[in-house]
């Protein structure tokens, strides 16, 4: 016995210094009940991120709008994979940031656009994360149009957007974030 336990030693030893991969815990998919969790911290996220948009978007006016750019910028920081802002309309305060750089992205810009949500429980660099997404457009809020002074009908018409929100408004992008899942781990722990 005490010769297998050795083997075994020497083995995860091995295993480890040549950066094979060992099987874990969150090489399981979440449970129903973590996958329940997440949404419901994904509810709370979205809740805070709309109303933290909309104070925002309240303050800034035609006096303070570079200022407002970049208030938005620091809610959706470029290099938070987290939360952020996708869309391929210019102006895109992120650049090519903004532009969608998975499957989940694309998706979801391409659903947004037709005006709306989505969600995916996915496997993302050896983590699971509950992602989601919702549509935005150029009515989320009047004040959207002071820095998207593109967001015009004559735009629109041009970018082949028929107005997907029921007709009244142009899907312009979507605001995709993401809740990490610990499988692992007890709902407590997260």
Known sequence: ??????????????????????????????????????????????????????????????????????AISLI?????????????????????????????EQTALGVALQGQAYTSVERVAERWY????????????PNCVLCHTNFTNQFFKKTHNPGAMGGRAHATGADQHRRLINPGRTIGDS
């Open 1 to 70: 016995m005490t010769n297998a336990r050795w083997f075994i030693a020497a083995v995860l030893l091995a295993l480890t210094l040549t950066g094979a991969n060992v099987p874990t815990a969150a090489d399981d998919p979440p449970s129903d009940e973590q996958i329940a969790f997440a949404q419901r911290v994904s509810d709370l996220m979205l809740n805070e991120l709309v109303a933290a948009l909309f104070r925002e978007f309240n303050e800034t006016t035609l006096d303070n709008v570079e200022e407002g750019k970049q």
């Open 76 to 104: 959706f920081n470029d290099s938070n994979r987290d939360m952020r802002l996708i869309g391929t309309f210019a102006p895109l305060l992120g650049g090519d940031n903004d532009l969608p750089s998975d499957a989940f």
């Open 130 to 141: 509950y992602r989601r997404s919702f549509a935005l457009s150029n009515t989320f809020h």
